[in-house]
């Protein structure tokens, strides 16, 4: 299995909402990221976990709040988000350290309204 | 902080033509990487390159890395249609943190 299963595709969530994105590998890797990515711009990172822990954060706002139950799954908590939040969340997973293939999944569509 | 910046931003190409995108980083890279990401997709790796002064190639894409390790660059040779998409450089200074370059966009025409 060479996936990154990300859910959900898409998301319509309004300013007041709770909501979560998830992210599943089951390749083994131990470092797992969350990045942003708004229309014809390269991805940003927000979030590197590295063995569960959370090793980088890009000064992301709290309203983002990461988390890693265990070395398979990752997840992103949303709270009060604002429109220019919307944008394609990219979840990636590799072995610990950069320098070998990374696979991203296929990326939840999110939009605040 | 590290940036990476690629150009073209955007190259239209006739089917059959070469295509090649410049990446420059403002820092020494550790490696770095190439990833294609297709118009509403998501980025598939292409290939890693370590070493000062490193060519590899696959089938029509050529990549190289530059002797300072501050830039690298993609040729496609006689490009097809199914290369039509984003291509992005990535590196990294050390650790965990991949910086992706601003991409290039190649269209292809027939």
């Known amino acids: 299995d060479t996936e990154v299963t990300q859910t959900p595709k898409h998301l319509v969530m309004g300013m007041t909402n709770k909501k979560s994105l998830k992210c599943e590998q089951h390749?083994?890797?131990?470092?797992m990221y969350w990045y942003k990515q708004k229309a014809k711009k390269p991805p940003e990172l927000m979030f590197v976990y590295s063995y569960e822990k959370l090793s980088i954060n890009e000064s992301v706002p709290s309203r983002f709040s990461p988390e890693c139950p265990n070395s398979s799954l990752l997840n992103l908590h949303l709270h009060a988000l604002q429109p220019e939040d919307s944008a394609l969340y990219l979840c990636?997973?590799?072995?610990?350290?950069?320098?070998?293939?990374?696979?991203f999944g296929q990326g939840t569509r999110l939009t605040v309204v | 902080g590290q940036q990476v910046m690629q150009i073209p931003q955007y190259q239209h190409v006739q089917e059959g033509e070469d295509f090649t995108t410049y990446c420059n980083s403002s820092?020494?890279?550790?490696?770095i990487q190439w990833y294609k990401q297709r118009p509403g997709g998501h980025p598939v790796f292409l290939i890693q390159?370590?070493?000062?002064?490193e060519v590899k190639k696959q089938k029509r894409l050529t990549f190289q890395f530059g002797e300072a390790k501050k830039n690298s660059s993609l040729h496609i040779t006689a490009t097809q249609t199914t290369d039509v998409g984003t291509y992005f450089c990535a590196g990294t200074g050390g650790g965990n943190k991949l910086t992706f370059g601003t991409g290039t966009q190649l269209k292809v025409e027939l």
């Open positions: 390749m083994g890797h131990r470092a």
């Open positions: 390159l370590v070493k000062s002064g």
């Open positions: 990636a997973s590799s072995p610990p350290h950069w320098g070998i293939e990374a696979f």
């Open positions: 820092t020494t890279l550790s490696n």
